[in-house]
């Protein structure tokens, strides 16, 4: 019975999917369809038409589009002639409960067909050229593209790509409409590499990052069969509505996947994507950013954890006072006419802060008083010029218990004898040093003239930075 275990699995009374029926007139050559199904993993099914029935494998990352990388494909029960043209949403409960669509469909050659291996050529709306399928283990079978990719100019999706930086100015830009202003996101930076229905984030320092924020599987799902990196921030939002790199310290740390999962429900956290740098086969590195922008929104994504916000040319100061208004960082203005320029920093990106605010690397502590008896009272801060590490001042703000002891246990085991500064002010005799190697976001009002943070406020550890790069930003001319 060829279709017994097919019938099997489902309930024709429940299910939109076909029972069976007559096989349909045929052309002169078998079909085959290539359906997106959404289930509770996103896959495709590749379905040949043979011998009255479609012979059916489910490939969790698609029709490989280039010979240099295979894809897994499970051989799954065979499914009805009819199933050739199902597309709709298999209900809650059933089996494959989810969207199905066809992807692709159209007529194959084929070339060879035995127990273990199938070689076919696919004429498809998509796809053409050959492909093969062979058996690796039980229901194990790998698809292999045997041509070179259809597109003759595609080009492999990069695995790293280092984030453009921006530079700190002071204003915005004079000649705004030569610039696009976005929002300044507070979050960690990072990059998603999109394929096959899967997201894999990379952090600025190429850390994988992706199990860290699982929230953000689901926008794989939703990209489907595109192929994109994209570049964005991913961001904590408090109970304000306002992003928060201190709720993001809450699960920035976490690797366990037990410990992920019990703080996602308290900090959830979303991905504002603002750059696209690949889509489908080619680098968008070398468009401008106006275009790179034109691409993403028409990509419109946009989900529960994930959404694209809007950059606005010429504006720069609506969307600094919108910024303003919602207590954001501040704003980004990027030179419309710009490539992106990985891990360079320069005038085609500016940051435009709200607030001061930087990183510095950490020194020691002062011991505290009151309350804060035998512990932290303040933190010894300072940033690199070259070699040397300048000491900026002593921050005892900005901390709640659970960041105080924390910073405690990560700097007990730093202490050392002497001061880690090299130049500044003196801190006072009741110091207590460390190894200059946590990195802090400090918020202040000013540098005085001596060169001193003044009225600084702790805002959250950077656990992605390295102090080596810690240094002292300041304020470009507007005069650009
Ligand atoms: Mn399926």
């Known amino acids: 019975m060829p ?28 079909r085959f369809v290539v359906q997106e199904h959404h289930a509770t993993s996103l896959h495709w099914d590749f379905r040949l038409e043979r011998d009255g029935v479609l012979v059916s494998w489910a490939v969790p990352k698609g029709i490989p589009p280039d010979p240099k990388r295979n894809h897994l494909a499970v051989h799954v029960e065979d499914h009805p002639l009819s199933y050739i043209d199902f597309a709709g949403t298999i209900p809650e409960g059933n089996y494959g409960a989810g969207a199905v669509t066809v ?21 498809g709306e998509r796809v053409e050229g050959r492909y093969v399928l062979f058996q690796t283990g039980g229901k194990n079978w790998m698809i292999h ?19 453009m930086k921006a530079r700190l100015a002071a204003d915005l830009p004079r000649d705004a409409t030569a610039y696009g202003f976005e929002f300044k996101w507070d979050g960690i930076r990072a990059l998603a590499y999109c394929a096959g229905g899967r997201v894999r984030l990379q952090s600025r320092s190429f850390e994988d990052i992706t199990s860290r924020y699982p929230e ?65 086969g080619h680098s968008t590195l070398p468009l401008p950013y106006s275009e790179r922008r034109r691409l993403l929104e028409s ?94 001042g002593k921050v005892g703000t900005g901390f709640n218990e659970r960041m105080l002891a924390r910073l405690q246990s990560l700097l007990e085991p730093l202490r050392r004898e002497t001061s880690p500064f090299d130049a500044g ?54 005069n650009l």
């Open 425 to 478: 002010t003196r801190p006072s005799r009741a110091a207590v040093f460390t190894e200059p190697r946590l990195v802090g976001e400090f918020q202040f009002t000013e540098w005085t003239r001596s060169g001193q943070l003044r009225h600084p406020a702790f805002k959250g550890l950077r656990e992605d930075k390295d102090p080596l790069t810690v240094v002292r930003e300041s304020p470009t001319s507007p």
């Open 145 to 163: 593209r045997m041509d070179p990719p259809q597109d003759p100019g595609r080009e492999p999706l990069p695995e790293r790509i280092e984030p």
């Open 103 to 123: 992807w692709d469909r159209g007529t194959y050659e084929e070339e060879k067909w035995s127990e273990r291996e199938v070689m076919v050529v696919l004429h």
């Open 216 to 280: 953000l599987r689901e926008m794989g799902a939703a990209i489907g069969s595109h192929e994109l990196v994209l570049d964005g921030e991913v961001i904590a939002v408090g109970k304000d509505g306002r992003p928060s790199f201190e709720l993001l310290q809450g699960r920035m740390g976490l690797t366990a996947e037990g410990d992920v999962r019990r703080r996602m429900k308290e900090i959830p956290v979303g991905y504002v994507i603002f750059d696209l740098l690949y889509l489908d």
């Open 299 to 392: 990509l419109e994504l946009k989900g529960h954890f994930w959404q694209t916000p809007p950059s606005t040319s010429g504006d720069g100061e609506g969307t600094r006072e919108a910024s303003r208004q919602l207590a954001l960082e501040g704003v980004m203005a990027k030179r419309l006419d710009s490539a992106y320029l990985p891990g360079r920093r320069s005038d085609a990106w500016l940051k435009i802060k709200n607030h001061l605010g930087q990183e510095l690397v950490i020194g020691g502590w002062l011991p505290g008083a009151g309350a804060r008896e035998g512990r932290i009272g303040a933190l010894l801060v300072g940033y690199h010029d070259g070699p040397t590490l300048v000491y900026a």
């Open 3 to 30: 279709l017994e275990q097919y019938r099997k699995k489902r309930d024709f009374g429940k299910t939109p999917e076909p029972a069976g029926g007559t096989p349909r007139k045929r052309g002169k050559l078998p």
